[in-house]
């Protein structure tokens, strides 16, 4: 896809249905072209279907019988999403800064529109620079987000949401509940002062959690509410299907290793920072990519999140053959220096 490209009739969506694109960095492709990864998913949250309302309902009780304190609009607001159905075959365009739209590919079954070479051509000053992009239909703009045109050398960290920038307990069910339904959420102490010293000094983010799509809205308010330096954001895909419920299951390593892989391979001469925690399998999954990827990859950092399992025999097994100058475990983030 080009910005070139013709713009043609897009398909207008009806009034209750919602598109939501998702922030993305551009990667240079070779004199002034940048590509653009496009993601976004057309769908409609059905609020006044029975059904629906049953199972909000029902979860709720089912909260409350189990011994959870509720507060039902909170529950709501973090439960909807769940239950929206995906567009399938809507065309929408896209407009990149003062541009001409192009034609996207429609979206699939679950409602998703995914294009990961939108060429988009400017004579850019040196550093980075933000862009507009905005979806539109037959009637005006449906959705818009923030692009960064990040260039080819420099630094990136790649950080994980729950448990290493937000308190969750993935390891305790309960807890993870609580935390992801039931409470607002809270910041890792001292993780964003480090995010915004790091950011302070032209680091660019890439976050990336087996959180599903649908607490988007919530994870992007959770950043910008405590500090949290703006960056792309990936979270797994999913539906109520047992076909969605059984890849928001899948072991991290079968979702999050492909994704960084293609951000390193994106950015072939950035140096990488990859800050996850030891709840889930961060340590194995940065040490397999560090073994793959020597040359990009600077530094591994790993919370020690509380019930991980934090035995010395383990990080030796996941940082096998990564210098141990290359990563570090730490409590606090004091630990970690903040200059580059």
């Keep these: 896809f080009t910005t070139r490209a013709a713009e043609a009739a897009s398909d ?51 909260f ?74 037959g009637a005006g703009v449906v959705a818009g987000q923030k692009v960064s045109l990040v260039p080819a050398r420099g630094i990136s960290v790649i950080s994980d949401i ?4 937000k308190q969750t307990g993935v390891t305790d069910v309960r807890v993870m509940l609580q935390a992801t339904f039931l409470r607002p959420f809270v910041a890792a102490h ?5 995010y915004r010293a790091w950011a302070g000094q032209g680091v660019v983010f890439h976050y990336l959690s087996g959180s599903p799509w649908q607490l988007y809205g919530e994870l ?3 950043l910008r509410e405590n ?31 492909p994704r960084i892989v293609e951000i390193l391979e994106r950015w072939p001469e950035r140096r990488f920072l990859l800050v996850g925690d030891s709840g889930e399998q961060d340590p194995e999954i940065y040490g397999e990519v560090a073994r793959r990827f020597p040359h990009q990859v600077a530094r591994i950092l790993i919370r020690l999140a509380p019930g991980g399992e934090h035995a010395p025999e383990r ?16 409590g606090h983030p004091r630990e970690i220096a903040a200059d580059f």
Excluded at 29 to 58: C, H, K, N, Y
Excluded at 69 to 96: M, N, Q, T
Excluded at 230 to 251: D, R, Y
Excluded at 316 to 330: G, I, T
């Design 12 to 62: 207008t969506l009806s009034a209750d249905e919602s598109v939501l694109l998702f922030p993305a960095h551009a990667a240079p492709a070779g004199g002034d072209e940048w590509q653009i990864p496009v993601r976004a998913r057309v769908f409609e949250v059905e609020t006044d279907s029975f059904w629906r309302r049953a199972l909000l309902f029902e979860t709720a009780s089912w």
């Design 162 to 165: 729950d448990d290493t920038i």
């Design 315 to 330: 990080f030796l097994a996941a940082f096998r053959d990564v210098p141990a100058d290359r990563w570090m475990v730490f």
């Design 227 to 257: 500090g949290f330096p703006p960056g792309e954001m990936q979270l797994k895909p999913f539906a109520l299907s047992a076909e969605g419920i059984q890849a928001v299951t899948a072991p991290q390593t079968s979702y999050k290793l």
């Design 190 to 194: 001292g993780m964003a002062p480090l």
């Design 220 to 222: 992007a308010a959770f």
């Design 64 to 137: 409350r019988r189990s011994g959870y304190r509720v507060d039902d609009s909170l529950l709501d607001r973090r439960l909807l999403p769940f239950l929206a159905d995906g567009e399938r075959g809507k065309r929408l365009s896209l407009r990149i800064g003062g541009q001409g739209a192009l034609r996207l590919p429609p979206s699939d079954r679950q409602g998703w529109i995914v294009a990961d070479a939108v060429s988009y051509r400017a004579d850019l000053p040196e550093g980075d620079q933000v862009l507009d992009l905005r979806l539109v239909d």
